[in-house]
């Protein structure tokens, strides 16, 4: 009889899991791309459909909301992007304060068909902090559940763009504060040192993300980060 012990210490972890769902859901939507017997392209419906429920298992979102997801899915599956913008201002970082959660983050989003990341970073600061602002450089590329939680149930790349503020007239963080004006994704600005960070909203920014922010902009020459 199999020692229990042992085969507790072989059990998955729920992102081990969600990494071999993904992989299989990957593996079928790729089948059904490019497959044309219609009896292989059943067994990828099979396959994508024991996706979904590992997945379920993995991230206890409904499988209905899953399926979802992944129904408006074609082609070879690739991940979603996210973008945000470090600005960083007398030695503290500009943060927003999300309006789903009450937390905070750094300005950014879901990347826009047909935008660049330099793009995608003016256009998420103006919007969520009402700044113009200058990218510099990538801090980091990062997968994000290796280090965001929870676990989604497809892949997402975030990009980190050191940026630097485009008007001159703006040159301290009160100046910042005073021009923003709340919207629907945001409601609130503010700057804070590495020592006295707000409630983050994880599933978006955690600590270490920015705490490579504050390196990267403190360094001339740093090379990007890349997981």
Partial sequence: MPDP?????????????LAKAKRIQAIAQTGKTYCKDPFDLDRYEELMRISFELMEAATDAPLDRIAGVFSREAGYPT??????????????????????????????????????????VIKESR???????????????????????????????????????ADAAVSTAGEVEKRFVPNFETDGIGFFSLDALPPLSEN??????IELCFRAHGDPDWKTFLD
């Fill in 79 to 120: 991940p979603k992007v996210d973008v945000r913008a470090s600005i960083i201002v007398d030695g503290r970082i500009l943060m927003v304060r999300e309006t789903t959660d009450g937390k905070w983050s750094l300005p950014g989003g879901w990347a826009d068909v047909d935008l660049s990341v330099r793009e995608m």
């Fill in 5 to 17: 012990a042992r085969v507790h210490s072989r059990s998955m972890t729920a992102l081990e899991l």
């Fill in 204 to 209: 978006r920014v955690v600590r270490g993300q």
């Fill in 127 to 165: 919007e969520e902090a009402g700044l113009e602002v200058i990218p510099r450089k990538v801090v980091a590329v990062l997968e994000r559940n290796r280090h965001n939680p929870p676990p989604m149930s497809y892949g997402c790349l975030k990009i980190f763009v050191d940026c630097s503020v």
